[in-house]
């Protein structure tokens, strides 16, 4: 993991909303009587949704001092797990998957198109509406390459859905995560490939609750109710 520091320019301070503050309060109470400090994930969370999609340095400080934590504390879990941002990012954050399963797949490409469209990693936009980063596997290798766009995740992408999408969101439209290629969820791209022939489920048609079921879409219909 690279080294990751705070940002060179910090705001003046930082205070939790009366909403998040009730909410934070929430939570701690939730542990023990000395355990208090199990709290901190989910409060730096909120910090940073709060900041709008990174942790400054008063916000470090206002959790630790929330939870009776030493500082050093706080910074070591903030330094730790990348989903912290340690530096502003841009309105529509792009985390583009970097691992084995979606550089098979072509997520150089992915990541050549952000680099040519918003900047090198870290860069925000001028207009504030984009940054992206390389990060490790997001759990969506089946539908690699992939990249995650705030909370949404976006799949089988190209250079060119990717573009899409940038293009889209840019000019404030929505798009719809999932597969960009059509692909129904992570089922077979083309369709079902696998236990198709319809005979294998006759004894289904014909009653038989025990007999397989062939893949949803191809040689099965949904049964009356
Ligand atoms: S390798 Fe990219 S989501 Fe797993």
């Not at 009653?207 to 219909?221: E, H, I, S, V, Y």
Request: aromatic fraction near 8%; hydrophobic fraction near 35%; include cysteine.
């Amino acid at each position: 993991m690279s080294v990751r520091r705070l940002a060179a320019e910090q705001p003046e301070g930082f205070a939790f909303t009366p909403e998040n503050l009730e909410w934070a309060k929430a939570q701690i109470e939730k542990y023990p009587e000395g355990r208090q400090a199990s709290a901190v994930l989910p409060l730096l969370w909120r910090a940073q949704e709060q900041m709008g999609g990174w942790l400054p340095e008063p916000a470090l400080r206002y959790v630790s001092d929330m939870l009776a934590m030493a500082y050093i504390r706080v910074y070591e879990i903030a330094t730790f797990y990348t989903m912290f941002n340690l530096a502003p990012v841009g309105r529509y954050y792009v985390q583009v998957c970097g691992t084995t399963p979606c550089w098979l797949m072509g997520a150089d490409g992915i990541k050549d198109t952000c680099r040519k469209l918003i900047g090198e990693p870290g860069h925000v936009t001028g207009d504030g509406l984009f940054s992206w980063t390389e990060v490790e596997c997001l759990g969506a290798c089946v539908n690699a390459p992939m990249a995650q766009i705030n909370k949404d995740y976006y799949e089988d992408l190209t250079p060119g859905s990717m573009k899409r999408i940038l293009k889209e969101l840019k000019a404030g439209r929505h798009v719809e995560p999932g597969p960009q290629d059509g692909r129904q969820a992570s089922a077979p791209s083309g369709g079902p490939i696998a236990l198709t022939d319809p005979e294998i489920y006759r004894n289904e048609e014909q009653g038989d609750a025990t007999a397989a079921k062939p893949p949803l879409g191809k040689g099965r219909k949904p049964r009356p109710r």
